[in-house]
């Protein structure tokens, strides 16, 4: 089993709509997690990190963490056309400067 | 403040050849990392740098990688005798000991296409 899954889309969604990206992990002893957001030929830029059970929330964006059930995911809020791009899951091991395990990314796409 | 900068943007190269490439991370930041994306692939992680040491190499596909970083800052990637699969995004990041429990700023990448 991979470190880092995510639903493997891509996604597509309509201006205005809720998108929801999922992410599972194997590793119980992950303490932080992350979501990047990457546009085609761009590097990975943080939208958000969590570390606690339950909601994050930050503008149009909402990390959830299950901890019990090994799962994070990023609901994004009122799509915009600007959302579509790939959106990374990253998780550490428990060393807060260790590495960072990332998924292979979801391909969101807004359509207006 | 600056982020993290990455030389050169692009890079093309014959195989065979040997290439350098360089990052120079977020001011103060200690900890730095190289990854590498092949088109349409996640982040491979490459080795991970805690001041001047690397702690995790474990991510360095062969003996021709290899990384270093003098004085707690700039580091340098460098292939030897490229391959035509050594062709990606080479992404440098760093990170510091704050209160975002280790979150790393990614650098714009260098393109490295071997030939």
């Known amino acids: 089993q991979k470190e880092v899954e995510q639903n493997s889309g891509p996604l597509s969604v309509p201006e205005g709509a809720i998108a929801s990206l999922n992410c599972t992990y194997s590793?119980?002893?992950?303490?932080?997690f992350f979501w990047y957001r990457q546009y085609s030929g761009k590097s990975p830029e943080l939208i958000m990190f969590?570390?606690?059970?339950g909601d994050k929330e930050d503008g149009r964006f909402t990390a959830q963490l299950n901890k019990a059930s090994q799962y994070v995911s990023l609901l994004i809020r009122d799509s915009q056309p600007s959302d579509s791009a790939t959106y990374l899951c990253?998780?550490?091991?428990?060393?807060?400067?260790?590495?960072?395990?990332f998924g292979r990314g979801t391909q969101l796409t807004v359509w207006p | 403040g600056a982020g993290v900068s990455q030389s050169p943007s692009n890079k093309v190269t014959e195989k065979g050849k040997d290439v350098e490439l360089r990052c120079d991370p977020i001011?103060?930041?200690?900890?730095l990392y190289w990854y590498r994306q092949s088109l349409g692939q996640g982040l491979e992680f490459l080795i991970y740098?805690?001041?001047?040491?690397?702690?995790?190499k474990s991510g360095l596909p062969s003996d021709r990688f290899s990384a270093e970083r003098t004085g707690g800052s700039v580091s340098t990637l460098t292939i030897q005798r490229t391959q035509q699969e050594d062709s990606a995004v080479y992404l440098c990041?760093?990170?510091?000991?704050?209160?975002?429990?280790?979150?790393?700023?990614f650098g714009p990448g260098t393109r490295l296409l071997v030939l």
């Open positions: 990041a760093s990170s510091a000991r704050d209160s975002q429990r280790g979150t790393q700023y």
């Open positions: 590793d119980r002893g992950s303490q932080s």
């Open positions: 969590i570390y606690s059970n």
């Open positions: 990253a998780l550490d091991r428990g060393s807060t400067l260790g590495r960072l395990y």
């Open positions: 001011s103060g930041h200690t900890a």
């Open positions: 740098f805690q001041g001047n040491s690397a702690p995790d």
